[in-house]
């Protein structure tokens, strides 16, 4: 575990049964990790201490000048006040974004369009690293993932929409791709910065304008991407963006002026947006939870499966749609399995986000903690078997240990229900039918996992999943040019890649 800047130098992993055996050390032997804390410097993001909202291009209070905190969920202080808006500011921003559509935004050619989204491409490169610090700070994520996941696929995204702007005419042949007009996004806040990209890059490069709404728990990258907007002189009104609690995002995507809804988050969230617009002629694309199978073949390479596991659940704190929640192993090598998981696992580093050396931060708020304690202690109550790594957490913050249950059942909750938190659920099968049948056991459908050495197996496994992403030995890959989105619980559309400018556009024949 790395240590919390300023606490202590050092940190120690106790394994209580047993260490690895290359060590050479005996059972119950302290495993010494001395990692000299390597904090990244927090003074290249200037926090405001208020933020407004930004609407037609500027940054206005809310009306009834109400606000609210945002925490850093790794020391539990409050970083900044955001605003909090009201129905009366819903309506300003979406006819903000209405006028726009009409008046500038909407009326610019295809390559003007791109030189703003290359611009915007650019920006977030050249400060990437305040996102990733400003990032880290207020969603608990290390600053190794945010520096070298979020924010480069954010700017990429912005870059591969750019390329598209000027070129629709070959994304959809034959067809003429006129934009929808306004849309509403509602984003999460597992990754805030990254939720903003896939959703703003492809509306723009279609040329629709934006409302969106991010999660109450990360606002703060949002409001650095409306400074960024304004950098890169975006036509007032293209992008407005508004903060506020659940009852906003739901007023934005009623509202009568909006043509297209985005939305990720929770099923149970998505199906309530789907009953609110149900019946209007608003677009709508859900991307919901997830409980993704990860399948091992006992002819898997091993060392390179166990990475991919770790990966697939241990990520960004497991607070991932498409984590690879439940681990399938062949029954011939759950053993062999289950000892080195339990080796690497006792080497995650859990602590400062950010710290480079950080493997797993902060979970992103006291009431997502309080949801995985709870599904865990049902795991235990329920018969599965549970182990953890003895590992040192911060005093303060809210920190869960990387959790690995075997012995779990199909029934039991742990290996039905969306923990989004840092919890594996182990269980076994013997066929490739039981492991497809076992897999898609589940109300969701966004991803999978497929380890094993037979190319011809992965091709067959990958046809009967029934999940929107396969990985093939690899997990949690994104690409922008690569659509991303799920079946059945887990929502439908697509976002990235061609199939994401199609949940912009209205095709019309020539
Ligand atoms: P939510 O679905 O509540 O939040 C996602 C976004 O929707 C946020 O911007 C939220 O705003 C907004 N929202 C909340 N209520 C409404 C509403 N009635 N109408 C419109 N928008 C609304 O997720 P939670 O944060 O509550 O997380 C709960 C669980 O959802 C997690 O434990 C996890 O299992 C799952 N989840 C899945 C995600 C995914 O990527 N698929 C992402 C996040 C969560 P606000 O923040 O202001 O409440």
Not at 141 to 160: C, G, M, T
Request: with cysteine.
């Amino acid at each position: 575990m790395a240590a919390m800047a300023g606490r202590s130098s050092t940190s120690v992993i106790t394994r209580p049964d047993r260490a690895p055996n290359s060590w050479g050390l005996g059972d119950g032997q302290a495993i010494p990790w001395d990692y000299a804390p390597a904090p990244e410097a927090r003074d290249i993001v200037t926090l405001k201490e208020r933020y407004g909202l930004f609407i037609n291009g500027r940054f206005v209070p809310a009306t009834g000048g109400d606000t609210f905190a945002s925490i850093d969920p790794a020391t539990e202080q409050p970083l900044a006040r955001v605003a909090r808006a009201t129905g009366a500011d819903v309506d300003k921003a979406v006819h903000a974004a209405r006028r726009a559509q009409r008046q500038s935004w909407g009326q610019l050619s295809g390559r003007e369009r791109a030189k703003y989204l290359f611009r915007i491409s650019r920006l977030l490169q050249e400060r990437s690293r305040e996102f990733a610090v400003l990032e880290s700070m207020d969603s608990g994520k290390p600053i190794k993932e945010s520096r070298d996941v979020d924010v480069p696929l954010a700017a990429s995204h912005f870059w591969y929409y750019a390329g598209w702007a000027d070129k629709l005419d070959y994304a959809f042949p034959g067809r003429i791709a006129r934009p929808l007009g306004v849309a509403a996004q509602i984003i999460p806040w597992n990754f805030p910065l990254l939720m903003l990209a896939w959703k703003i890059a492809p509306a723009l490069a279609a040329g629709n304008t934006v409302v969106l709404k991010p999660a109450s728990t990360t606002p703060l990258s949002a409001m650095l991407f409306a400074e960024v907007c304004v950098q890169a002189d975006l036509p007032p009104g293209t992008v407005n963006i508004i903060t506020g609690p659940g009852e906003i995002g739901m007023a934005l995507a009623t509202h009568k002026n909006v043509d297209k809804v985005a939305f990720t988050g929770s099923t149970e969230i998505g199906k309530k947006i789907g009953r609110g617009v149900a019946g209007t002629d608003k677009a709508l694309t859900l991307e919901l939870g997830g409980k993704a199978a990860n399948i091992v073949f006992d002819d898997a390479p091993l060392d390179q499966a166990i990475e991919g596991i770790v990966n697939g659940i241990y990520f960004n704190q497991g607070e991932v749609c498409c984590a690879g929640s439940r681990l399938l192993v062949q029954e011939s090598i759950v053993e062999t399995v289950i000892d080195k998981l339990k080796d690497r696992i006792s080497t995650i580093r859990v602590g400062d986000p950010l710290d480079k050396n950080t493997d797993v931060g902060a979970i992103n708020s006291k009431a997502q903690l309080e949801k995985i304690t709870e599904l865990v202690a049902s795991g235990v109550a329920e018969g599965a078997d549970l182990y953890q790594p003895a590992c040192d957490l911060p005093d303060r913050g809210y920190f869960f240990r990387p959790t690995l249950f075997t012995n779990v059942a199909q029934s039991h909750r742990i290996a039905r229900e969306e923990i989004f938190g840092p919890v594996l659920s182990v269980l076994t099968f013997r066929t490739p039918e039981e492991a497809v049948e076992k897999a898609n056991n589940t109300a969701y459908g966004l991803s999978a996992g497929v380890w094993t050495d037979k190319g011809s197996r992965i091709l067959a496994m990958a046809s009967r999943l029934k999940a929107g992403v396969v990985w093939a030995n690899t997990f949690n890959r994104f690409d922008p040019t690569s659509p991303f989105g799920g079946y059945k619980e887990s929502g439908f559309g697509r976002e990235g890649g061609m199939h994401g400018l199609h949940a912009y556009v209205r095709l019309e024949d020539r």
